[in-house]
Each structure stands twice: as structure tokens, then as C-alpha cells.
């Protein structure tokens, strides 16, 4: 186990090496190890604290900026980093327990030093490893052990190259021989070959296999997990029946190495079946404590929110790493002046505080609510694991799944653009790998597509939230929710009547501003959205059509617009609580007011439309 | 010399092998062979089949997808390609005069097979060895023919470490000794380092160096040019008192070799200065034509407009390789459907229609665009060679720089949105390295940023227009240039009092309908900038802060938005041409009211807030 850091602040926050930063730093409005203490709290400081001395001294984590590592290499030393973080230990049980904040901290610790790295201990543990844990039941909880030693390595194989969104059409199966009690999973054709699987290129020995169960007269029950072994963890040898390969190079995360495979009849024990949604008795009788195939199905992906939660806090890791180089470099980079033998710092030009600030307030913003959405999802795990059965847990679970559904591409696309923005920003400089600005981009672009394109994604939120009003005209239910972000819209009606009354720029530097503003948007964009879509109806549409059709003009804009609010109100609440030092308002409220106003300018447009709608309520707008 | 292709229109545009896609081509409403023929021409179909059929048959040109090739490797390979293209001898000079366009088809086709070898021919011959054809005199032909004959590799030394943008500040002096007829060419310190130089890294034998030429009396003349040797051509081994090195690994474009250079009082001949627009005699006389300093630096950047006239057509190549197997794949790809059973091309959810069609549409507009600001260009530097001295013909040289420093940006940018768009809509299989999409957007990236960071450069045609505005509101001077992309502004307040009044959707699918609302926009636009930076002006802001201030909300938009409508009208002209096929004029117009409806709808915000203003006129918007 690594050692932790001890002794006080100065050791916790020494103060930055000289250089040429001093002097904007000298011009601080605010203590930045106020900041920190108040961002991320002394216990979790000195926590990253321990992960990156451990690993600036650990020769294995040296690292070689812009150099030109081979894909074997560079895999290679991504295994063997990670194997080393096992030993590191930086996280018992119990502190989990305690602080559950740790454990995405770890993750993000990694996710700064390397995605590829953060990323394989993830599927290995959150993914392979909590899927075993949650899907399984006790005759399973050896491999749990197993894999914290990294005796065996996991990975999770859903997607198969045909199907990644769809996954209801996924057609590895799995059939059950009572003569031996095993299973016989198989591939019918390379289109169902298990495909982009983190960890399965190389390095994993086993694992959790998705395919369709079958039992003896042919009846099929649906998708089920099953724990397999691919390969030998001696040899690495592919086990009989398996073949199993690397995708080869991708845009990034080249030190994880995603895999395919393909299962020909290969027979596993019946004990294979992670069996708590279902089983099949020794005879061939297949048992469930489910009434359907479409709630087992529910409950055997309700884990998808935890990968998306994940997503999003790598997605804001990346976002700060970037924000902080292309904010350093512009501080310290001169170009042009007043006059021809002054040159003065990027960062004093307008266009520069534009395209950058922003960024740097939605990292805050973002990095807040990827906290708060993980306590959530602690919750919601913690009433599972006590077998909460209650309405309001499957309440939970929704919420939680609407907000994770449109976090990760809300925080995914920002990251990206920001990325791209600060590579830009930096100029020619910004294009040198050591600069590292092209990596975080390269890496960061899986967060968009995996775990759920970012696009198919947003439409569970959206739909989430015309399930909400639908009951509401059908059954007059009120808006409610555990986590209370669905309830001002029981408002609705009136808050479409009001109107935006501020008279002065200065007013609008609250975020409390912009939170009216997105509240009214959120309920505007629901009723068009609602009406919309009973008009395709109307029109003969199918559901699956008028759905489609209506997604880009409003369902789109909808969630977004639905989860920026929810950030910004989080954001908006924390800086606002009576324990902010007095010394730390100001620029928390800046940052805030700043990520609410620029997000809500990218709604500009909708928003002069439907004033204009308001204005001549009989006119529409010829654009719809 | 290739042979070139013979043979009638099967061998020129052969069918398509039979594959997935036959059923979409099937449904097309016109024939894809009539649409190359008028979009390329004859002619120019057989040109570009030529150089594919050669690079197909010619195992150095093997491709090798997704392969991990090491820098080292891929810079060798590169750099032999490019002597190979050189074998080739695609493109006679008389066929360069007869068909200027072959020039940019040629860089357009090699930046097909890879961006990096584009641009390593891009430098040696357009950009060096037009530096020393354009910049030196008859003492400097020998250089020309051993350019084309690879004997000497060039590169183009403008940048340094801490200067790009501001060409004015580049450090790098030449002082003359009257004692040796020699120029000392001399870095002053590591900031003054030519820096970023294309083709310096490992190949480059000699460079065009820029640098301040002083006489004795230490008087400073500003910026120069000098032919350097800076490598042996046999060895590779640096020239005595030259350091050059490699930049290391970057973004993408790893096939080019990237340099830095310090110069440690190198001695050259007098006649290593390219002596066009000013000489030393051997005593140490400065002579030059031009009048002042200003005139002179303003010629000697006059190629920058070339430049980013190449930059742009690589863009747009860029762009049409995304676009064409994001289009293909979505054709193929199946995912969810109106049934379980039955699943539905991914191109045929209107959501994948709105993220890619407006790309196809846009390369179309831009390609067009390019080809014809290339010939303008041409036109430019036919009346350069024949001495033309007349005010149309320097209007002709600011007009072109104008649309050529919004031109870049507006494409690069496209491509940069683009290819992201293709990628993420591509799902997890765009993210495999061998599909491209990577490799393109990383290749396209420093499009963003060299020859001008893109933002940058929009000053500079904000500033035209200004500029014009300028004059006429003080001289009573009308909107005119050469190629009259300015002309209707002399309408401009009646254009600004015109309303749009198109009553239904249908009629919004004409070009022209976007077009007269883009001329309102510019107007609009052009108007408040000026107000704008007048107010800026009187409350006491200098000109260099008016500007700045004035950027990011006015002149960025403004410049941006003149770009579009230039090529929206362009294109719009190009397709209701009379020449235009019959059966091409459907498809060739919804292509071009698309481009110009989704450039349009960006601006949305601005059209609806402007509507507002002037139906409330006397109520500023608070925004502003």
C-alpha cells in the first residue's frame, strides 16, 4: 500500500515553482488553496495527493511525452501499470464505504495520468468486476477475490459488430445441455462476434459474456450474463472454441486494447450463468424471480448508468487537463501590443477570454455535478443492495438514469469542443504531441460513442421527460421526483407566462438569471416537444416515426437543455450555501453566472422564436 | 512520366463493384457519372485517374490502413513518395498554363492518398520554390530547375518560436559585411529560432530564410528573404553554424518533418538575398523599387494569399473523404427499425440525415469555392508577372486576401465540424484508426491554424470591409472590386430595410431565398460593426483596443458571414448556369439551398434579435 501523506497544509498545497505565471498569479482575487480546500475537501486532497506521489516516484509511471511508442509497447506497459495500481492498494473497502467520492477519484487520478490506464482498471473492476458482483450471487463472490489480485482479468462483453445500441438484437447464445449441465455458448456468425471489447485484445482471461439463454424445447429467455473463460492465464493462450483477437489501432487509448471474439460452442458450467435476475435448474428449467423478460431485461442493464456516470467524470478530468494548458500557455504567450515594442499576453485579448473562460467555468460546473450525480448513483446502488423495493427507489432509478442519459453527452461533447478549442487556442504549439492537447482529444472521443451514442442517449432523457407530462394530462400526476429535478415543471403553465424582467447587465451576473431562463426554456421546449410529437401521431405516424421525427427540432434541445439546468442549479445551490468562505463568493459566483449565461446563449435562437411566438401568438413560425 | 488514361467514359468512370450500396444507387434520381463529368470535367477526370492509376500500381504507394508505423519509418516513406510524384512529372509547365487548375487537383489528389505527402510537395515546390521563382531574379533561376529535379529539398522559414502571427516582430538579422560580400545570417537567441518550418526537420537542404537585413550604419531594412543552404545534400549533416532539428511527433501529419533552426552567425553570399523587392549593392548599399518599408513588407507577404488558397482546397479535401464513408457506412449500417424484426439503415433516421447531409452539401459549395478563388488567384499572379501597376490590380490583390483569410477559417472549420460529426456518427466502428476518420481530423487540424490562426485571420476581412464602409462614409466612394463580392453593398441601406417575406417552405428551397437574407445579414452586420468600433472609439478606446473589443461579437460574425454568402452565391450561380444538365439541375439545386440554409440557420440568434431591434427600435437589445 502506498504511503499517504501526511503533515499540514504546506505539504498538501506547497506553493507553485517560480516562473513566468507568478504575476498573474500575484493578481488572484482569491487564495487558490482556499479554493482547492473548498472544492475537493482536505481528506480528498491529501487522497489524490498519495496517487500522484506514488506515482511520480514509481519509475513504471515515468512518463515520455510525445514519444513514439509502439502499440504492443505501449499496451504492454498499460498492463503492467495497472497491475501495479492493484498493489498500490489506494483504496480499502471500508474508506470506500466511507467516502464513496474516493472511488471516482481514483478513476480520475488515473484519467489524468492516462486515460488507457483509467480506462482498464475500470472495465476490470466498475465493469467486469461489479457486473460479476451484482449479476452474480454467492457461488460467484470467488471470482471477486480473484479479481482484486488480478489472478484473473475481466472484461464486459455486450456489443457484438452488429449490434452496440440495439442490444435487444444481440444474437450470441447460450444453450442449456442437462445432460452435461453446461452451456453452450456460441456465435452464429461473425456479425455476432463480441466486438470492441475493452480489455479483450490481449490481456483479459475471462469474461461476462451477454447471450441469449436457451433451455431444452427451444424457449428463449432473453439476454443473460455468463462469466467465461477466454483465455488461459498462464499462456494467455485463447481457451478451446475461442477466438479471440485485438481491434487493432484506434484515434486513441492505444494502451487499452479492445478485442472481438468469437465462441464455437463453447461449453461452460451451468455455474457459469450470473444468475440474480435467473436461472436454470440442473434439469433444464429455467426459474426467475422476474414476472417478465422485459423487467429482468431492465434490471440486467440498470448497471449502464454507473458506466455513464463514470464516462462523465473522465470526460470532465480531460476537460480540466486542457483548460489548464491552454490557459497557462496563454498567460505566458505575447503576441501584437498597443504599440509595436510592447507585446502583451493572449490571454488579455477578448476573443481568447471568450473562447477559453467558458471552459474553465463549465470544468467547475461539470466537475460538481459529476460528484453530485455519483452520490446519487450511491444511493440508488445502496437501496438495491438493502432490497429496496419501494416506488420511489424505481422512481430513483430513472431519474438517475435520465440524468446520467444526457450527462455523459453534455459532458462528453463540452469536453470535446473545449479540447478542440484550447488545441486551437494554443496555435501551432497546441499541434505538438508533448503538449498533449491532441491526446486528451483523441482520448476523450470514445466518451461520446460508447456506453450509448451520445445522440440515441439523449433520447432516453428527453422521452423520460414526455412520460412525466403524458401522465400528467392523462392522469394529472404531479411532477415529483426523489431528486426533485423534474419538480418546478409542475409549475409549467405559469412559468411559460412569465416573462424575462432584468434591466441591466449587471443583473444578469447571477446564475439565478439564467436558472429562470432555463427553466422557462425547459418548460417550452416540453410542450412543443409534447405537441409535436401527438401531431406526428395525429398524422398517422408510427410511435417509432413520430419519435424519429420529432427528436432533432426538439428532443434533442430538450434534454440538453433539461440537463444543462440541472447543472446549473446544482452548481448555482453549492456556491450559494452558507459555508462558502466569504473570500470565495465572488469568483464562485462569477464561474457560476458565467457556465449559466454561455450555455444558455447557445439557445438564443429558441429563444427569440419563441418570444416572437409569444408576441404574435397566431403566427408560426414558418422554420417549424 | 505515367501514362495517362485513354479510352471513353467505361474506362474513365467504370461502375461501381456490386455491394451493399447498390440499393441506394439504384434509388438515385440522377446519374452519378453525368454529376463528375460537369462538376470536374473531362478533361480533369483524366488528369486525376492518372495520377490514381499511378499511385494504385505502385507498390511504394501501398496502403497500409491502421498500420503502426514508427515516425522514423513514416518520414523515410514520405519523403520517398514525394521524390516518386517528382518521377511522375504529372503536370508538364505548359499543361500548368493551359490548365492552371491541374496544379491544386494534383495536391488535392496526393492530399487523397495522405495529407503529409500534400504538403511535403505543397512546400518544396508551391511554397519554397514559388518563394524563390517569386521573391529572387534571373541570379536565382539555377535554384528552380535543381527544385523540380529533387537535387535541392527546400523549406520556407518564416515563424519562430515566439512569433507567427505577428510577422513583424521575427527576429532573425542579416547583417551585410561589405568586406566579404556576405550576409551574416544570425539568430539573437533560442525565441528567435525558425520554428514549426515544414520539410526542415530532416530533409530540407535548403531554406528561404526570413530575416531583418541590416547594411552598415546598422540601418534595419525590415524583413527579407535568403536562400540558405542548410544541409549538405549528400550526408544530411547540418552546414557549419546551422542547429536544425526535428519538432518531434505531433497531432497527425507525421509524415512531414516538422524543424526548428538556429542560425550561429552563418555566412552567405550576397546573392543568397532574393532580391526582388530590395538589394545590397556589394558596397552596402540598400536599393529597392518600392518606397517605404511598408510597401515593400506588403509585397514580400503578398504569396500568403496562395497559401491559404492551397489550405482551403486541402480542407475541402478533407472533407469530402469523411463525408463519403460516413455516407457509406450509415447506407449499410443497420440499426433499430418500426418492428424487433426488422431493422433500418441508419441513414434513414432523420437524425443522421441532419448531422451528415449538410456536410456533403458543404463540400460541394466549398469545392466549387476553391477551384474559383484558385482562378482568381492565377489572375492575380498573371498581372503580378506581367508588371501590371494599375489600381485594379492591387484592389484584385486585397479583394482575394480578403476572401482567402475568411476562405481558410470557413473551410478548415467546416472540414473540423465535419469529420468530428462523421466520426461520432460512425459510432464505435469510426473510432478504429483504419477507418480514417482520425487520421483526417488530426491531418486537418493545422489547416485551423498555420498560415494564420483562423481567428486571427477573420480580422483581416472584417477589416476590409470596415475599410471600405470607411470610405465611403468619408470619401462618398461606392461599393466596387474586381470580383464584385462587394458590390451589392452599395445598396446597403435599402437592403436593410427589405423583409423577408417568403410565405412558404417550399419556397425556401431555392439558394436564392438564403442568399437575400445573407445580404441583409452582411449589411446588418457591417453596420453595426462599424457603429460598434466608432463608439468604441469616442469613449476613449485606442484603435488597437477598439478592435479587439469589437471582435469577438461583431467582426468575427461579420467576416464570417460575408465568406458565406460569397460562396453560397457562388454556388448558387454555378448550378443555374444554362450549361447545367437538365438532370442535374434538381440535386445540384437542393445541394445548394441546403448549404445555404444550414450556413443561414447559425446565424439564427443574430436574425431574430436583429428583427427585433428594428421592430422595436427605439429598445437596444440588453445583450449588447
Redesign the interface.
Known amino acids: 500500500m502506498a504511503p499517504t501523506v501526511e503533515g499540514g497544509d504546506a505539504a498538501l498545497l506547497p506553493e507553485f515553482p517560480r516562473g513566468p505565471l507568478d504575476a498573474y498569479r500575484a493578481r488572484a482575487s482569491f487564495s487558490w488553496k482556499e479554493l482547492a480546500l473548498f472544492t475537493e475537501g482536505e481528506d480528498m486532497l491529501r487522497f489524490k495527493k498519495t496517487i500522484f506521489s506514488a506515482l511520480e516516484n514509481d519509475p513504471l509511471f515515468a512518463r515520455s511525452p510525445?514519444?513514439?511508442l509502439?502499440?504492443?509497447k505501449y499496451r504492454e506497459l498499460n498492463f503492467l501499470r495497472c497491475k501495479r495500481i492493484f498493489e498500490y492498494d489506494f483504496l480499502s473497502v471500508e474508506d470506500m464505504f466511507k467516502s464513496p467520492l474516493k472511488v471516482p477519484a481514483l478513476i480520475q487520478c488515473l484519467g489524468m495520468y492516462d486515460s488507457s490506464l483509467a480506462a482498464k482498471y475500470l472495465l476490470h473492476t466498475l465493469v467486469f468486476g461489479s457486473a460479476v458482483y451484482s449479476s452474480g450471487s454467492e457461488r460467484h463472490l470467488t471470482y471477486i477475490q480473484k479479481i482484486f489480485s488480478m489472478e484473473i482479468f475481466g472484461c464486459f462483453a455486450l456489443?457484438e459488430l452488429?449490434?452496440?445500441?440495439?442490444t435487444?438484437?444481440i444474437r450470441t447464445t447460450a444453450h442449456y445441455d442437462p445432460a452435461t449441465k453446461e452451456f453452450i455458448i456460441h456465435s452464429p456468425d461473425f456479425e455476432a462476434a463480441k466486438?470492441?471489447v475493452g480489455n479483450m485484445g490481449k490481456t483479459a482471461t475471462h469474461a461476462v459474456v451477454f447471450a441469449k439463454l436457451h433451455v431444452p424445447g427451444d424457449q428463449c429467455h432473453g439476454l443473460h450474463p455468463f462469466i467465461v473463460q477466454i483465455r488461459d492465464p498462464k499462456t494467455l493462450l485463447p481457451m478451446p472454441g475461442v477466438m479471440v483477437g485485438d481491434?487493432?489501432?484506434?484515434?486513441?487509448q492505444n494502451g487499452l486494447d479492445n478485442g472481438f471474439a468469437m465462441f464455437h460452442k463453447v461449453r461452460v458450467p451451468r455455474q457459469s450463468l450470473l444468475n440474480r435476475m435467473g436461472d436454470v435448474t440442473p434439469e433444464g428449467t429455467y426459474v426467475s424471480p422476474f414476472k417478465d423478460v422485459r423487467q429482468r431485461f431492465g434490471v440486467s442493464l440498470g448497471g449502464l448508468s454507473s458506466g455513464r456516470v463514470s464516462i462523465l467524470s473522465l470526460a470532465v478530468v480531460n476537460l480540466k487537463l486542457a483548460i489548464a494548458i491552454a490557459l497557462r500557455f496563454s498567460a505566458t504567450r505575447?503576441?501584437?501590443?498597443?504599440t509595436?515594442e510592447e507585446?502583451i499576453a493572449v490571454l488579455e485579448?477578448?476573443?481568447q477570454q471568450?473562447?477559453l473562460l467558458p471552459y474553465l467555468a463549465a470544468a467547475y460546473a461539470l466537475d460538481h455535478f459529476s460528484k453530485s450525480l455519483f452520490l446519487d448513483l450511491v444511493e440508488l446502488q445502496r437501496g438495491h443492495a438493502s432490497g429496496d423495493c419501494s416506488a420511489r427507489q424505481a422512481e430513483l432509478g430513472r431519474e438517475i438514469h435520465a440524468l446520467a442519459s444526457a450527462g455523459k453527452p453534455l459532458a462528453s461533447w463540452t469536453a470535446?469542443q473545449g479540447i478542440?478549442e484550447c488545441?486551437?487556442a494554443c496555435?501551432?504549439h497546441?499541434?505538438?504531441?508533448?503538449n498533449r492537447?491532441?491526446v486528451l482529444?483523441?482520448d476523450n472521443?470514445?466518451n461520446?460513442?460508447?456506453e450509448g451514442?451520445?445522440?440515441v442517449l439523449l433520447q432516453q432523457t428527453s422521452n423520460y421527460l414526455l412520460g412525466l407530462l403524458a401522465h400528467r394530462v392523462q392522469d394529472g400526476a404531479c411532477f415529483r421526483s426523489p431528486l426533485k429535478s423534474v419538480d418546478f415543471l409542475d409549475a409549467y403553465p405559469s412559468i411559460l407566462d412569465q416573462k424575462f424582467e432584468?434591466?441591466?447587465?449587471a443583473d444578469?451576473l447571477d446564475s439565478a438569471v439564467a436558472l429562470a431562463a432555463y427553466k422557462w426554456l425547459v418548460c417550452y421546449l416540453l410542450r412543443e416537444t409534447y405537441q409535436k410529437l401527438n401531431q406526428e401521431k395525429r398524422s398517422g405516424s408510427?410511435d417509432?416515426?413520430a419519435r424519429?421525427?420529432c427528436?432533432?427540432s426538439h428532443g434533442?434541445p430538450l434534454a440538453l437543455a433539461f440537463l444543462e439546468l440541472t447543472v446549473v442549479q446544482r452548481f448555482h445551490e453549492h456556491v450559494h450555501q452558507p459555508c462558502v468562505p466569504p473570500s470565495l463568493r465572488a469568483v464562485l459566483g462569477r464561474l457560476s453566472a458565467l457556465y449559466a449565461l454561455w450555455s444558455l446563449s447557445r439557445h438564443?435562437?429558441l429563444l427569440?422564436?419563441a418570444?416572437?411566438r409569444r408576441s404574435c401568438p397566431g403566427r408560426r413560425d414558418?422554420s417549424s
Chains 1, 2 share one sequence.
Do not use: I
Open positions: 510525445g514519444a513514439d509502439s502499440l504492443e456489443t452488429s449490434h452496440g445500441s440495439n435487444k438484437a466486438f470492441w481491434m487493432g489501432k484506434k484515434l486513441g505575447r503576441q501584437f501590443g498597443p509595436q507585446e485579448y477578448p476573443m471568450c473562447r470535446q478542440q488545441r486551437e496555435g501551432g497546441g499541434y505538438l504531441a508533448m492537447l491532441g482529444r483523441d472521443d470514445p461520446c460513442t460508447y451514442d451520445n445522440n432584468v434591466s441591466s447587465v444578469c408510427s417509432f416515426e424519429n421525427n427528436q432533432v434533442r438564443a435562437a427569440y422564436r418570444e416572437r414558418r
